[in-house]
């Protein structure tokens, strides 16, 4: 049953924009299966992302699509997913858009627990802007604005964002694609905030730079960094130092998810008798009303100025 | 059948928001605007509607960007800073073509400025805060009144033209409780975004042949669902990036001729006592009182004198200046900043009068006294400002 | 009657040669090869198809929706890598 992915691709926008070797293509393929196994309908999913490689996707897939300013595409999607909480909303965006500049909107978006997924494509680089450190590159890697090596800790935004209190959690990797689909599929399904931090390859901005330029040896070299969930319970804290869990790190099926907390906010205010409560269950009687003469109004609003009244143009 | 009610301009423009229809706000709190977001907080509910305080400026323009874009009517209210923040997501909604109405409580700047205190310093920045050449509407209104009325013609000219509109009150207008009628929605004319008549397939969000292309819903009421692109790039007909220079001037001249083919639509202006007025004075906000006093005791000295008010700030009314220019004496522009619409009434003027300013940033509003000193003698300098004695004595002795 | 066609089949169009899938393959099935007539210059091609055991490994790492492998069970009659026409079904 091979997924058929041009029922959920812009196929007059191929071939893929990405290098040769770049993950984000098969971080897509994986998404697009999890979706098809979802069995959801493409017209009422909207995908957000912000300005970088990763970020082109919302150009490929056949979604309702906005390709936002750096760094605000979970912004975006948060109000998104307020003005229509039945409608799936997806964030597609790299290390440096979601967590370096956006990294404030990624925190409170976790805190919020607002079911959305975001898929953050982890490359350890800006590569659209050309190779620079971004808060992923691994210490002592090269890039172009550090040539002699980054110097600075990295983040591990697993961590953060279960320290900031996401409801799903994972950590997947582009060269295992199979169980980044998994992965990918158990986060749509959560309700609630789902980060999936997926490590993927960029041989053309970051391997060059680190003579990993040959696609599979940066691959190879990427899984170095990785560990499976099951093996890091059996390793030490000293083993486990520098590496990254993968798997599915957080789950918590208690949270409640903001669309449906703000749904009881809705039901508590509408139970007032207040007047656009009235207003919304259309019981407002005109002893609710006041009936206004144009002299009146005249007072209130003396200038010789055309006003929105269809009743009174002009006072 | 709408309701009385004493509020201040800010909540008036709340109330008036969800007269005209307003579907999605966020924001995020700040002097001396956070009464709009108070109020909102407890009536959106109350209609069923989301409401947000985003964690910073930034997100909560861009979280309106994106709720307008999928269909509803968004609205964002900020002051001085949070204006400065939000400028990138305000050129994003310009080229996404969104509808989007962005109140702006003016305060004392620059940085922070003044945050109790009323000012009109952020004229220039409505117009060239985002960078880039992008069409802007910008509309200031004088009470609390004409904020309820003047906050329904945004959202109408946003939802009319595809564009991101800045609503320009101020600290003191919005602390200002006066008594106001809010209308009915039934009461006013309500523009929603037209719809396109083409069929999902064949809809493109930046069609050719429109001057103001229809914005399609992404979810429409008869279950209909537009799939496309929108891109904060320089796009074709179908959203995409492009980089093609043609193209590129075209579509930067369509998005500027939008508004500059409809300035007679979008401007909007008041005469008070300018018939046979020798001298005029433009005057915006809440100004214009003090304006309005002036002129009156001016009047009753036989001066002729009278108040032009644009409740359009950008696209200035150029005609309207012109004219006015080629029939009075000289012209006075009385703001709460050191001159920044002078320089626009300046250019449209283009020197066949002089133009003399009352232009006084000192926080606090202008007194009508002032004016009336300035009719009476344009040359005077008005402003309340620190002399040198006072400066001494301030601390600048020996 | 089987099918005339590989178990696993590259779409010149969209290959960028980028390797992965030689890379992974568990059987050796594919080979980087010089073509001046394919985009990049450089393409995967399917030099030992009768190795192919259908694990999709190849499809999954590829970056490009270029590479499609027929599911297990089809019936398939193709040429192998010595010339002469075989059919398999896994």
Known sequence: MAVDY????????????????????????????????????????????????????????????????????????????????????????GDGDLVHIGGNHLLHACRRNIDITVVLINNWIYGMTGGQHSCTTPPGAKASTAPRGSYEPTIDVCKMAIGAGAGYVARGFAGDPVRLKKLIKEGLEYKGFALIDVFSPCPINFGRRNKLGDPAKLLEHMKSFLVSSAKAKRMSEEELKGKFITG???????????????????????????????????????????????????????????????????? | MGRI??????????????VAGLGFYAGYPITP??????RLSKIMPEKGLPFMMMEDEIASINACVGASASGVKAMTCTSGPGFSLKQEALGMACIFEVPLVVVDVMRGGPSTGLPTRPSQQDIMQARWGTHGDHPIIALAPCNAQEAIFETIRAFNLAEKFRQPVVLLTDGALSHLHTKVYIPDPEEVEIIDRAQPDVDPDNYYP?????????????????????????????????????????YTQWLLKRLHNKILNHVDEITKNEYYKMDDAEVCIIAYGSTAEAARVAIDQAREEGIKVGLFRPLTIWPSPEKQISDIASKVKHIIVAEMNLGQYKLEVERIVAGRVPVYGVGQAAGVLIRPSQIYEKIKDPSKSVEICLTEEELKRFGGGE | MAEKRMPVEINYDLCKGCGLCVHICPKNVLEMVEDLHVWMGTTAKVVRPEDCIRCKMCEDICPDFAITVADIGVELTFEDSKGNLITRSK
């Open chain 1, 6 to 93: 041009a029922k959920y691709l812009r196929m007059d926008k191929m071939p893929l924009y990405w290098c040769p070797g770049c993950g984000d293509g098969i971080v897509l393929k994986c998404y697009l299966e999890a979706i098809d196994e979802l069995g959801w309908s493409k017209d009422d999913c909207a995908m957000v992302s912000g300005i970088g490689c990763a970020a082109r996707v919302t150009g490929y897939v056949d979604f309702h699509t906005l390709h936002t300013i750096h760094g605000r595409a979970i912004a975006v999607a948060v109000g998104i997913k307020m003005a229509h909480p039945d409608k799936h909303v997806f964030v597609f965006g």
């Open chain 1, 248 to 315: 599915v790190l957080h789950k918590d099926e208690s949270k409640p998810e903001l669309t449906e907390a703000y749904k009881g906010l809705v039901e508590k205010a509408q139970a007032s008798d207040e007047y656009w409560a009235k207003y919304a269950k259309g019981t407002l009687t005109d002893a609710d009303k006041y009936k206004i003469t144009r002299e009146e109004l005249k007072k209130l609003y003396p200038y010789d100025v055309e006003t929105p009244l269809k009743e009174w143009k002009k006072l």
């Open chain 2, 5 to 18: 009610a004493f509020l201040n301009a800010n909540a008036a423009v709340a109330e008036a928001a969800l």
């Open chain 2, 33 to 38: 605007s956070s009464e709009v977001p108070e």
């Open chain 2, 206 to 246: 930046y069609d050719y042949n429109y001057e103001i292309p229809p914005l399609a819903k992404w979810w429409t009421e008869d279950g209909k669902s537009y799939r496309y692109h929108l891109s904060s790039l320089i796009h074709d007909k179908t959203g995409f990036p492009t980089v093609d220079p043609k």
